[in-house]
Structures are given as structure tokens and as C-alpha cells.
């Protein structure tokens, strides 16, 4: 019976390397990463603009990047590159769902083989 819990948490085990290889293997390595959201606002003028006058207002893109202590940093995005901060910031989120996979893999890893006999503590008197 132990030789078949050896062979079962073996399986499992080298079951659990190969899908962290996989996942490994598929991250998307690339420099072109961005942590943060990208808020879409409309701004108005007060007084001397037409369009702002009639309600419609000004769309502006912002990147909006927290940090510790309650610290936030606000970088304006040009309407031509926001496609391309949405593509880096979706790069972020994948590789960050990547790593917490491989980390639940790695968790799991370290769990105690149940088949190896582990010294108990001992007792004092």
C-alpha cells in the first residue's frame, strides 16, 4: 500500500512540475508591461470654450499608479497611445496571473510528502 501512495504523490508531484514548466514557458516576457488603471475623464472649462458650453466637454485618458502610504501618481496619456497603454497594462495583469499561478504550484510542492516519516517532537517531562 505505501508503494502505491509513493507512485500516487510522485505522479502528482511531477504532474505539478510539468504544468509549472508549461506555465513558465508561456510567460509573456517582454518589457512592455504597465501597472496601474487607465481612467477615461471628461474635463470642462469654466467659461470661453463652445464645446464645454454645450455639456460635451473634453475626454482625457489618465494613468492612475498607487503606490504606498497612500501615494498615487497620475501621468496624462495621449488619446493616440491609449491602445497601446491598454496592450501593456493587459501584458501586467497575464503575467501577473501567471506568477500566482506558479506560486499555487510551488505551494503545493512544498507540502509534506504524507509517505515520509517524520520524527515527532519530544515529549518533556
Known amino acids: 500500500m505505501a508503494r502505491a501512495a509513493d507512485s500516487l504523490t510522485e505522479m502528482i508531484r511531477e504532474r505539478a ?3 509549472r514548466e508549461k ?3 508561456a ?8 501597472r496601474g488603471t487607465l481612467l477615461e475623464r471628461v474635463v470642462r472649462h469654466k467659461s470661453g470654450c463652445p464645446k464645454c458650453a454645450r455639456g460635451e466637454g473634453h475626454q482625457v485618458y489618465v494613468l492612475t ?18 491602445a497601446e497603454v491598454r496592450r501593456w497594462l493587459d501584458n501586467y495583469q ?5 506568477i500566482e499561478q506558479i506560486c499555487q504550484l510551488n505551494h503545493d510542492l ?14 518533556r517531562d
Open 65 to 82: 499608479v498607487g503606490y504606498g502610504r497612500g501615494q498615487t501618481r497620475q501621468i496624462s496619456v495621449r488619446k493616440e497611445r491609449v
Open 27 to 34: 510567460l509573456p516576457i517582454t518589457g512592455e508591461l504597465l
Open 17 to 19: 512540475l510539468r504544468k
Open 110 to 123: 512544498l507540502r509534506p510528502d504524507p509517505t515520509v516519516p517524520h520524527p515527532g517532537r519530544k515529549r
Open 94 to 98: 497575464k503575467l501577473k496571473e501567471t
Open 23 to 25: 506555465l513558465v514557458a
